[in-house]
C-alpha cells in the first residue's frame, strides 16, 4: 500500500516470513578464462601500421561456414609449386603483411573461427576439413593463373586460439607429412587434469592436445621440420598458461633454456631460449593483454626468421 508505514511488528513478521522462503542457489558459470587484470606500460607496445600488399584478394567459404581470405602475390604461376602460409586467428592484414616482408611469393590464407581454441579444433577434426581447405585455396589461386597449381612448401601459422587447428591438423599422418614449418605465437595451450585445479594445487597437464606438437618437435630437431614457439608469462589461470606448455615441451625433448635478455621486435623483451636442430623456442617478458597482442604484431619478424 502506497505510503503505508510499515511498523516495529509488521517488520518483524516478514523477517520471519522471508526466513522460511528457501534460498535459491545462484549458479554462475565458471569463466572459460581470467583475462590478466595487469597493466604493463614499461615496454613501448608498438603496433604494425596497416599498408596495402601487392597481389590479389579471393576469398571462399572455408570450414565452419566462416570465409577464408587469401592473397596470391603478383606473379604468381602454375609452372613451380606454390609456397603456401595458412594462418589461424588474428587480423588477416597482419599475416598478410608479415607474408610479404618474409616471402614475397607466398600464397597466404587466414582464417578465423571466433574465440577459444576449441572452435579450432572442432573445424578441423575431421581430416577432410584440411583437405577441402587447400583444394579452396587451389581453386581461388587458379582463378588468377588459369591452370591448375602445385601447393607446397606449406607453412601453418597460429596466434593464440589458433593453435586448436594445428593441433589436430598434424594429427593425421597425411598431413603431419605435407607440412614443412609451423610457427606459434604465444598460443600452445591445454587443459589442467582435474579440470578447475592448477599445477601449483597438484593439477597436472593434459598433453593429449600437445602429444603432435612434441612429434613435430622431434621431427624439427632431426632437421626434418622448422618448429617455432614463442610465449609470454601470461597466467590465464582456468587452462594451462602457454610458459607451462612450453617448460613441458622443452622437458619432453630432454632440452633446456638458455637465459639471455635482448630487445626483440615491436618493443617486446625476450628472456629466454631454446635451440636444437631446426626447432626454437622463444621466451618473452609481460604478462599483460598488450604483451600478448605485441607477439601478434612480431609476425613479420618471426615468420622471416622460421623461413630462413
Do not use: C
Not at 584478394?57 to 596470391?72: N, S, Y
Not at 587458379?142 to 593464440?160: D, N, Q, W, Y
Not at 593434459?206 to 614463442?230: C, I, P, Y
Request: no cysteine.
Amino acid at each position: 500500500m502506497a505510503g503505508a508505514v510499515i511498523t516495529g511488528s509488521l517488520y518483524l513478521a516478514l523477517r520471519v516470513a522471508l526466513a522460511q522462503v528457501p534460498a535459491v542457489a545462484q549458479v554462475v558459470p565458471p569463466a572459460a578464462q581470467n583475462p590478466s587484470p595487469m597493466v604493463e606500460t614499461t615496454r613501448r607496445h608498438e603496433r604494425l601500421v596497416q599498408r596495402p600488399v601487392n597481389g590479389t584478394l579471393r576469398t571462399f567459404t572455408g570450414p565452419a561456414g566462416k570465409p577464408v581470405d587469401v592473397l596470391i602475390p603478383a606473379g604468381v604461376h602454375a609452372r613451380t609449386p606454390m609456397p603456401l602460409l595458412v594462418h589461424f586467428h588474428g587480423a588477416t592484414w597482419v599475416a598478410q603483411q608479415a607474408a610479404a616482408k618474409a616471402d614475397r611469393r607466398a600464397v597466404v590464407a587466414v582464417l578465423n573461427l571466433g574465440s577459444g581454441s576449441g572452435a579450432y579444433h572442432r573445424a578441423f577434426s575431421d581430416p577432410a576439413a584440411f583437405d577441402s581447405l587447400l583444394a579452396g585455396i587451389a581453386r581461388a589461386v587458379e582463378t588468377v593463373t588459369l591452370a591448375p597449381v602445385r601447393i607446397g612448401p606449406i607453412t601453418l601459422a597460429g596466434f593464440s586460439a589458433g593453435h586448436g587447428a594445428i593441433r589436430v591438423i598434424l594429427r593425421e599422418p597425411r598431413h603431419f607429412a605435407a607440412v614443412h614449418r609451423v610457427l606459434l605465437i604465444d598460443g600452445m595451450h591445454t587443459s589442467y587434469v582435474p579440470d578447475g585445479q592448477v599445477m601449483a594445487t597438484g593439477a597436472t597437464l593434459d598433453t593429449v592436445n600437445l602429444a603432435a606438437f612434441a612429434e613435430f618437435a622431434r621431427a624439427a630437431r632431426r632437421g626434418e621440420k622448422r618448429f617455432m614457439v614463442t610465449h609470454s608469462e601470461i597466467f590465464p589461470g582456468t587452462f594451462a598458461s602457454t610458459t607451462e606448455t612450453a617448460d613441458w615441451l622443452i622437458a619432453t625433448l630432454g632440452l633446456r633454456r638458455t637465459p639471455v635478455l635482448k630487445w626483440g621486435p615491436r618493443g617486446t623483451q625476450q628472456l629466454s631460449e631454446v635451440r636444437a636442430g631446426r626447432f626454437e623456442l622463444l621466451g618473452f617478458a609481460g604478462n599483460s593483454a598488450l604483451d600478448h597482442i605485441d607477439q601478434f604484431h612480431a609476425m613479420p619478424e618471426l615468420l622471416a626468421r622460421i623461413l630462413r
